[in-house]
């Protein structure tokens, strides 16, 4: 028996499996959402430091580790994706520093623990206040392969910064 | 004192523009693991990495 048309209405939910959708068919993978829940300090002047997530707006898949060490195989602070596929990835870091020099703040977005993307440049043109406020933002597409790879937060500042955010 | 301050007094001839993101040859990095400040690509055309021995013999 020949079946010429399969709709919606006969299909389980969740029947249609990630390997089973085809080119060109977006599917809801794995999103998530997260952000520091307190002032990080101590961050060295030029110095690619991680930025701590401690706070999960939303992970529709559990890829997201909000803790400083490896759990379930997800490294500190990552997003590991359980699907193949391109992610659009943004991070926003702001910056308090003080001094009157020109300051630079950079967002930079990490791929598998190394320097993937730089975000926008955040600086205190002109130099001239006792303390400053400065934000990047990170924003790459980058592709993740569903088993391995991961992307984390980083910021890098040319003064002795705290992040705010 | 950081890994930043102590490269600067080994070599006074280094500037922030060696350690930036864009066009840097020097990285340093901090995983926030507690293990601190690491280098973690040099790459600079004239000096050589510093030994552990090199960074440890800076205090101040």
Known sequence: MAISTIDSTGLSAGAVLQPNVGNGVAGTGPVFCAYANAQQTGISVGTFTQIALQTIEYDTASCFNNTNATVNGIPAYAFKPNVAGYYSITGIVWTTVSGNNLSYTFANIYKNGAWYKDGSAGNNAGGTTATAELSSIAQCTVYLNGTTDYVQLYVWGNTNSSVTF | ?60
């Not at chain 2, 990285?27 to 600079?44: C, T, V």
Request: proline residues 8%; negative net charge; hydrophobic residues 35%.
């Open chain 2, 1 to 60: 004192m950081s890994l930043y301050d102590k490269i600067m007094k080994i070599y006074p001839d280094l500037t922030q523009a060696d350690f930036m993101p864009f066009g840097g040859t020097i990285m340093l990095q901090n995983d926030s693991d507690g293990r601190g400040d690491y280098i973690a690509k040099w790459e600079h055309p004239v000096h050589p990495q510093p030994t552990q021995e090199q960074l440890d013999a800076i205090t101040e």
